[in-house]
């Protein structure tokens, strides 16, 4: 019995999809992250009015009404931009993928920045005081003493934010780019079975969450290996 009903490729498909989008949000949105976790630390009252702002108006509006506003309001803004060049232009679309990727980096970005900044504030001031001790630079001291023990306190709150990421993407298929959770609407109005299709999608949804948390476990203990030596 083919419990895909002959949308066994189309799903396969929509998975790549949707992890492609979810890669390609992190990678984007950990860019933001450190940007707004920088402003935010930084000494520039301005800067951490910037960085503030950022992650208040992120985190306090809906994912979905961040990917509608990012989609319709790109194809705005690229359609006056165009009609700039050619006024003959009647309209232009923003594609769904680089849409749903920007508003899901900026949504991933917005949280991730609390979290560097949490991370950062929570390196002992000893370990600091130790670096300039022993005549580090900056930048060293940044690299083998920040970056390190930064990586460590902020890998559990990122790790969290990774798996939400992967199940916002679902939210994507709102602006029609056919990942998993598009491509299971599709079936569901084929097929006429909703509840086969839909369960099928959230099994998969479950087994991303579940493989992705063993890997963020995984990077957690290796992170903390140094710190179970000093415990013993």
């Not at 992190?26 to 009252?45: D, E, K, P, T, Y």
């Not at 319709?72 to 679309?93: C, D, H, Q």
């Not at 949280?111 to 001031?125: D, M, Q, S, T």
């Amino acid at each position: 019995m083919d419990i895909f009903q002959g949308w066994g490729w189309q799903i396969a498909r929509g998975l790549v999809t949707t992890v492609e989008v979810a890669l390609l949000s992190l990678i984007v949105g950990l860019f933001w992250g450190i940007i707004g976790a920088l402003a935010q630390l930084s000494s520039n009252r301005l800067l951490r009015a910037l960085g503030r702002s950022f992650t208040l108006v992120v985190r306090g509006t809906p994912e979905l009404l961040v990917i509608l506003i990012v989609y319709f309001g790109g194809t705005v803004a690229l359609t006056g931009f165009a009609k700039m060049i050619n006024p003959s232009t009647r309209y232009f679309e923003i594609p769904a993928m680089p849409a749903g990727v920007f508003a899901l980096s900026l949504v991933f970005g917005g949280y991730a920045a609390e979290v560097l900044r949490g991370a950062c504030l929570a390196i002992p001031k000893g370990e600091i005081e130790a670096a300039d001790a022993f005549g580090l630079s900056s930048t060293t001291s940044f690299i083998h003493v920040r970056l390190p023990l930064m990586w460590r306190y902020a890998l559990p709150g990122l790790g969290n934010n990774w798996i939400s990421l992967i199940k916002d993407t679902s939210l994507i298929s709102i602006v029609g780019l056919e990942e998993l959770m598009r491509i299971s609407t599709i079936a569901t109005q084929v097929n006429g079975e909703p509840f086969r299709f839909y369960l099928l999608a959230a099994l998969i949804y479950l087994l991303l969450s579940i493989l992705n948390t063993s890997i963020v476990d995984g990077l957690e203990r290796r992170a903390a290996r140094g710190e179970r030596k000093l415990a013993r």
